[in-house]
């Protein structure tokens, strides 16, 4: 199966990730001149749609169904599934560590989520946002100098919003 995903790292190396059927994902580390360092095949409920290395080399993987992260040698930490009727799309560390997740809810109105978690994967907290008659989901998230957050969020309609958080 092809990389779906290609991650750049610190080191100078990379990460290639596919999905394959039957419910696994695999990850392989590449050094700098192409060797393989490691594979790690992780059991996913969907492809892989970001990841990230994180401030201390974690590799962090968010799915429509889950958030997960490896530690530097391909190791699994810890993983979050997603609450029923919400799909993930996106991932960003903020700068105290914590990561912010992107993505959709779809019961009764359908929003766009932020999800905040610390680094053992355990949920800090939850937004949801909706613009009335349109379906959002969110797309991107990055933090502001002043630590709070600028979020990007769009809709079927195709119209861009966003929304500046102060903490």
């Not at 989901?137 to 769009?154: C, F, H, I």
Request: proline share 2%; net charge negative.
């Amino acid at each position: 199966m092809p990389a779906k995903k290609i991650l750049s790292l610190r080191d100078g190396g990379f990460l290639l990730v596919s999905y394959e059927s039957g419910g696994m994902s695999s990850m392989l580390k590449l050094d700098s001149l192409g060797n393989a360092d490691w594979i790690s095949w992780i059991e996913t409920l969907a492809d892989v749609q970001s990841l990230i290395e994180d401030n201390v080399g974690r590799i962090v993987f968010v799915t429509k169904r889950e958030i997960g992260a490896l530690d530097s040698q391909g190791n699994a930490m810890w993983k979050f599934f997603s609450r029923p009727g919400h799909n993930y799309e996106f991932v960003q560390q903020a700068h105290d560590g914590t990561y912010f997740v992107c993505g959709k809810r779809f019961q009764v109105q359908e929003a766009a989520t932020l999800t905040s978690l610390n680094t053992s994967g355990q949920v800090l907290w939850e937004k949801h946002y909706s613009l009335a008659g349109n379906h959002m989901m969110g797309e991107d998230v990055m933090q502001t100098s002043d630590l709070g957050y600028v979020s990007y969020w769009r809709g079927l309609l195709l119209l861009p919003a966003w929304q500046i958080h102060p903490l």
